[in-house]
């Protein structure tokens, strides 16, 4: 299976602090994505890397890409109550475009 | 605006009933996906539409479960003789053409929750 894999599953931190999140997949990718998930419901796209990518940023996202290893981490900087969600990973390989979703990992972040 | 939509956003039945999941894609997206979520869990991919080309039913968990895509826009999923693992969110995804410049983001519902007493 594809399937990513988060770690930690969860993770409560206070408001203010860095948050780190690590997905780690099993076979090459064409690209690796970030979404965002509230309340058990429908997912937000966060932030998209590509195979060819190590780094990139959005607002107070950070994401890095080790194709060697296999693996991405979401870095969300001065953490916000309002960003404790879920987050997934989903990478895209093959030949079009269906992805393949990890567990997540559960965010808290302590006002 | 037009997001994904999807209805009922909760569904409760009776185990042993058959029940149909409705999906609205954004309109001019081509790619449809629908997936599963169990209580606390990941996301369990079940079957993908592209346009015309058929269908990857490789995730449907069993021959109880069936989708169609009407007209390349909306989609139904069925579960017969649901069971009480059934349970769970259903979500569904829609995305641009491949090559649009934008394929690779997936909008997503806002879910059925299904439980099957």
């Known amino acids: 299976s594809q399937q990513g894999e988060e770690d930690p599953q969860a993770l409560s931190i206070q408001e203010g602090e860095n948050a780190t999140m690590n997905c780690s997949y099993k076979t090459s990718i064409n690209n690796l994505q970030w979404y965002r998930q509230n309340s058990g419901r429908g997912l937000v796209h966060l932030i998209l890397i590509r195979s060819n990518e190590r780094e990139k940023h959005s607002g107070r996202l950070r994401v890095t890409l080790d194709t060697s290893k296999k693996s991405s981490s979401l870095l969300i900087t001065a953490s916000r109550a309002a960003d404790t969600a879920s987050y997934f990973c989903?990478?895209?390989?093959?030949?079009?475009?269906?992805?393949?979703f990890g567990i997540g990992t559960k965010l808290q972040v302590i006002p | 605006g037009a997001g994904v939509s999807q209805s009922p956003s909760n569904k409760v039945t009776e185990k042993g009933k058959d029940v149909e999941l409705r999906c609205d894609p954004i309109s001019g997206h081509t790619a449809l996906y629908w997936y599963r979520q169990s209580l606390g869990q990941g996301l369990e991919f079940l079957i993908y539409?592209?346009?015309?080309?058929?269908?990857?039913k490789s995730g449907l968990p069993s021959d109880r479960f069936s989708a169609e895509r009407t007209g390349g826009s909306v989609s139904t999923l069925t579960i017969q003789r649901t069971q009480q693992e059934d349970s769970a969110v259903y979500l569904c995804?829609?995305?641009?053409?491949?090559?649009?410049?934008?394929?690779?983001?997936?909008?997503f519902g806002p879910g059925t929750r299904l439980t099957v007493l």
């Open positions: 995804a829609s995305s641009s053409p491949e090559g649009s410049g934008r394929d690779n983001e997936q909008f």
């Open positions: 989903a990478t895209r390989w093959g030949g079009y475009q269906k992805v393949t």
């Open positions: 539409f592209q346009g015309n080309s058929a269908p990857d």
